[in-house]
């Protein structure tokens, strides 16, 4: 699956925050360069990139190896989730319905 977000927060701080969130669900980092991470392990395999977009803000692609909403996913979200709080201390998790 492919998911996507948009923050304020630096590359640095977005792939920080990265191995600090994949690395708790017990995904391996493996292959890495400035701007990507690749983590593997039980729940699959997935691609993270990140790039300037605009000048201000920082476009996250996930591109994982499973299909429908798999806990490799759920975890996606939750990390989507985690920039946001990042950026903007006062968001809080409400419910949709």
């Known amino acids: 699956m492919r998911h996507f977000h948009r923050c ?3 590359p640095d701080q977005v792939l920080e925050q990265a191995d600090k969130h994949f690395g708790a669900l017990g995904l391996s ?3 890495a360069d400035a701007r990507s991470r690749i983590f593997t ?3 699959g395999t997935m691609r993270l990139t990140v ?5 201000h803000y920082t476009f996250v ?3 994982t190896d499973q299909v429908g909403e798999s806990r ?3 975890g996606v979200k939750k990390y989507f989730n985690l920039l946001h709080r990042t950026a903007d201390p006062r ?3 409400e419910a949709g319905y």
């Open 61 to 63: 692609e996930v591109h």
């Open 8 to 10: 304020s927060l630096t």
């Open 91 to 93: 968001h809080l998790i």
């Open 51 to 55: 790039k300037m977009e605009g000048g």
């Open 41 to 43: 392990g039980a729940l």
């Open 29 to 31: 980092r493996g292959g």
């Open 72 to 74: 490799l996913d759920k």
